[in-house]
């Protein structure tokens, strides 16, 4: 069994051409190479550069599980049951969801901590862990302290880029928290209530519909219609009041029309009948 294939069976999959430059690095032959050397030097350098896919594609309805041991490199550690100005910041206590987004050099996955794990917390990008008898639900793998293993490393260009973007998450954080204070943002006031008599003077008022009111009883403390918007009827009920004059306006009743109109048909037979009757024989003028 070449190195190759034996360091595959310890999780490490590497390529050919990656593994030639190690053994460059370690200045020995792969007759003469030794696992735990091998092992020990990949925990300082970057997977990208030596690294070979081994990650199944994990889509959000799939189920896979992975039964052999994969060593994969730790590129962002996240506790995303934080805002994301603290959420690079890792917590200890037992109440905080850390999300790990790990990379066999190739491809990317994304693993949560389903159980509290310790060992993950503040851990650097770079940092090496192995995985085993790992399942994914919904696009993530779910981690217990049972099936992950952080064997450590330190990739400097990794670390330092890592520690200048906590720094600057440090100096944003004070800076809200100083203008904040300790109380935290303002309580809230509700907006005052408008006085009832107050004129619409104000800019804003300018254009608004205002309420009816009936020019002709100004000053009466009167308007000739009701809540509703209908017409009010004067106390004779005789409908409403005329603006033009004094006089009212009854409505139209059918049985006086009737009477009227057989009135003055008997009073125009009664005026024929008085007159005397025309003659017909012209008129002699006298002398």
């Known amino acids: 069994m070449g190195l190759r294939e034996v360091l595959k069976s310890e999780g490490l999959h590497l ?8 053994l460059f690095e370690l200045e ?8 735990e050397d091998v092992m020990k030097y990949i925990l300082d350098i970057d997977l990208k550069e030596v690294g070979e896919k081994c990650l199944p594609d994990i889509k959000a309805g799939a189920k896979v599980t992975v039964k052999e ?21 890792g917590d200890h206590s037992e109440h905080r969801l850390m999300m790990l987004k790990l990379t066999d050099g190739n491809g990317v996955c994304r693993a949560l901590e389903y159980k509290h794990i ?5 851990v650097s990008p ?9 399942s994914s639900q919904g696009g993530y ?8 293993k952080v064997l450590g490393g330190r990739v400097e260009e990794l670390v330092v880029a890592w520690e200048a973007t906590r720094s600057r998450g440090r100096v944003v954080r004070a800076a809200i928290e100083k203008e904040e204070g300790e109380e935290g943002p303002p309580k809230f006031l509700p907006t005052p209530k408008p006085e009832s008599d107050q004129k619409p003077n104000s800019q804003n008022d300018r254009g608004r519909p205002q309420p009816f009111s009936d020019n002709s009883n100004a000053g009466k403390g009167k308007s000739k219609f009701d809540k509703g918007g209908k017409i009010k009827e004067d106390k004779k009920g005789k409908g409403p009041k005329d603006n033009n004059n004094n006089n009212t306006t009854s ?4 049985n006086n029309s009737k009477r009227r109109s057989w009135e003055d048909k008997s009073k125009f037979a009664q005026s024929n009948s008085s007159q005397p009757p025309s003659s017909t024989q012209p008129v002699q003028p006298s002398g």
């Open 15 to 22: 390529k050919p051409e990656g593994i030639k430059k190690i």
């Open 28 to 35: 020995t032959s792969e007759e003469n190479a030794k696992v």
């Open 69 to 89: 041991p994969l060593i994969l490199q730790v590129v962002e550690s996240k506790d995303i049951s934080q805002p994301d100005s603290k959420q690079d910041f």
């Open 118 to 122: 310790p060992q993950i917390s503040n």
């Open 126 to 134: 770079g940092t090496k862990v192995m995985i085993q008898n790992v």
């Open 141 to 148: 793998f779910l981690l217990y302290p049972e099936n992950i």
């Open 251 to 254: 409505q139209p009743n059918e």
